[in-house]
């Protein structure tokens, strides 16, 4: 029998660089220690196999990847991610902070890459088990301020090489997907500093719970 979801899912989207990663940590410290139960996960990876096909993935010598091997890729790691780690976290009440999830693979992977967009959605749900977040942060960037922040402290990975234009289409992307699933998209400034974009964050998923 299907597990039920009785715990909270948030999950956080956005360009490389917009601060997702820094934005899930202050916001799992700041529920923990209001004695929430909350886990931070993300994707691609977090499990033993997701981590493996997370560096086939990234890594900057696999330069003939197709766009739909990519595609399944991220599918296969999410599935394990969602079996093994999502499912079980959300079945136990937690909430669950997730770096990416199915609204990357429809920006990248459809507007960024090109591949249909139903077809990427079929498979795309496919993995997730149906999950759909309760909410999801969009952190709106633009890409020429996230690309300073990440170009300054780390060599860019396969996907951060691809052209200008790919980022244009998925930052594009992302506001068409905010606007279709709008019952549970958020739009945040990500360019205002940590603390400012933090707060707006917080407000956002307390007034959820
Ligand atoms: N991908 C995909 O194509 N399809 C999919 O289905 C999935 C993913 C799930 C994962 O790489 C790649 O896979 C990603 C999408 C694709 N694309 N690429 N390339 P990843 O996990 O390594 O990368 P990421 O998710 O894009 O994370 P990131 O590059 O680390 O960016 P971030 O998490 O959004 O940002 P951050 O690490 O929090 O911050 C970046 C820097 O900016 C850091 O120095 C911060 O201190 C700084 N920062 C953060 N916030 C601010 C503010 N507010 N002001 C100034 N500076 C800030």
């Known amino acids: 029998m299907e597990e039920i979801k009785i715990g909270t899912f948030v999950t956080f989207e956005g360009i490389e660089g917009s601060g997702k990663g820094t934005q899930v940590h202050m916001l799992y410290e700041h529920l923990v220690e209001e004695g929430y139960n909350v886990i931070a996960t993300r994707e691609p990876g977090s499990t033993a196999i997701g981590d493996i096909i997370r ?9 003939e990847m197709t766009p739909r ?16 780690v999502i499912k079980p ?36 749900d496919m993995a997730a088990s149906s999950i759909v977040p309760d909410l999801t942060v969009l952190l709106e960037i633009s890409v020429e301020i996230a690309f300073n922040r990440i170009t300054h402290e780390r060599a860019l990975d396969r996907i951060e090489l691809a052209d200008h234009g790919m980022h244009n289409r998925i930052a594009a992307g992302y506001l068409k997907l905010a606007e279709r699933y709008s019952e549970r998209f958020q739009i945040v400034d990500a360019s205002k500093p940590q603390l400012e974009v933090h707060k707006a964050i917080t407000k956002i998923v307390k007034d959820l719970l």
């Open 69 to 84: 091997t990519e595609l399944f890729l991220f599918a296969a790691a999410r599935a394990q991610h969602v079996e093994e």
């Open 55 to 63: 560096d086939a993935l990234l890594n900057t010598k696999f330069n």
């Open 89 to 124: 976290a959300l079945s136990a009440g937690k909430i669950v902070l997730c770096d990416r999830f199915t609204d990357s693979t429809l920006a990248y992977q459809s507007y960024g890459r090109g591949i249909e967009f139903q077809e990427v959605l079929r498979l795309a």
